[in-house]
């Protein structure tokens, strides 16, 4: 049985810094895309940070620079370390699986955790 959970949602100050992490199981993730969305109450699931197995990164836009995403292979572990957040960052984050033919999009990705909630305080 796969799954993806998440950690290490919680609530910061503006300007804080969290990392937030997402162990995989149940099968091996050596082909898939281990990736970040966010959700806003109210507002569509948003891509945040991917990465493939052989270390390729990609970022929405507007998160690179004070996000990054990392993974270690061995462990089947993701992360992503949230620094300068701002209260904009506040949603529930989600880490999914895939091999995604738009790195961007959620229907492309086949597994999803349960989310983790972040509030970033003004």
């Known amino acids: 049985q796969v799954q993806l959970v998440e950690s290490g949602g919680g609530l910061v100050q503006a300007g804080g810094s969290l990392r937030l992490s997402c162990a995989a199981s149940?099968?091996?993730?050596?082909?898939?895309?281990l990736g970040w969305f966010r959700q806003a109450p109210g507002k569509e699931r948003d891509f945040v940070a991917a990465?493939?197995?052989?270390?390729?990164?990609y970022y929405a836009d507007s998160r690179k620079g004070r996000f990054t995403i990392s993974r270690d292979n061995a462990k089947n572990t993701v992360h992503l370390q949230m620094n300068s957040v701002r209260p904009e960052d506040t949603a529930i984050y989600y880490c999914a699986a895939g091999i995604p033919q738009r790195i961007g999009v959620p229907r492309f990705y086949e597994y999803w955790g349960q989310g983790t909630q972040v509030t970033v305080s003004s």
């Open positions: 990465s493939w197995s052989s270390g390729s990164t």
């Open positions: 149940g099968r091996s993730f050596s082909n898939y895309a």
